[in-house]
């Protein structure tokens, strides 16, 4: 790698985390801010620290798709089970036995609620680069209540799969 690429991808990363801080301090967010999933893609290709954390359930990544990427910058960790809803209250204690907590952190639900909530929590537990991940897998359902249509990772052709 040369060192022009070394200081491009450093100023991509650095541009990314600001759009991402600026919309923390546009929406008053307890986390270190949001990008769309285009952004999000730019940033775990120009940093290759950054790590993208799906919090949907088993069940969502089974029946609807996961993000395609490589195994050690994209783990599942739910936020909550399927079908009974509760809360993992492990949630904390994944995150940290496979993330180190200087790293950057996206995080990825079907809407970007979830995953809201899972960046606040991680923020309170020592993780100052966590990212929520705006419009989700999915994104916001269309005049049809359908998803997949209107935003989201899936529609803007980023990688994914099903199996």
């Known amino acids: 790698m040369t060192l022009l690429t070394c200081i491009s991808m450093n100023s991509t ?28 893609w730019a940033l775990l290709q120009a940093d290759p620290d950054a790590v993208l954390v799906d919090v949907r359930t088993q069940a969502e990544l089974d029946w609807v798709g996961q993000i395609s990427f490589s195994e050690d910058r994209w783990m599942h960790i739910e936020w909550s089970t399927y079908p ?20 950057t952190v996206l995080l ?10 899972a960046a606040a929590l991680l923020s309170k537990n020592g993780y100052d680069k966590a990212i929520n991940v705006l419009e989700g897998f ?26």
């Open 84 to 103: 009974e809803g509760t809360r993992n209250d492990n949630f904390v204690s994944e995150v940290k036995a496979r993330i180190d907590p200087s790293q």
């Open 108 to 117: 990825l639900c079907r809407s970007g609620a979830r995953s809201h909530n």
């Open 13 to 40: 990363t650095q541009s990314l985390l600001d759009v991402a801080k600026l919309r923390a301090a546009e929406n008053e967010l307890p986390y270190c801010g949001s990008l769309t999933p285009n952004e999000a």
């Open 138 to 163: 999915e994104g916001d359902k269309d005049d049809h209540h359908r998803r997949s249509s209107v935003n989201g990772w899936r529609k803007q052709g980023l990688p994914w799969e099903q199996h």
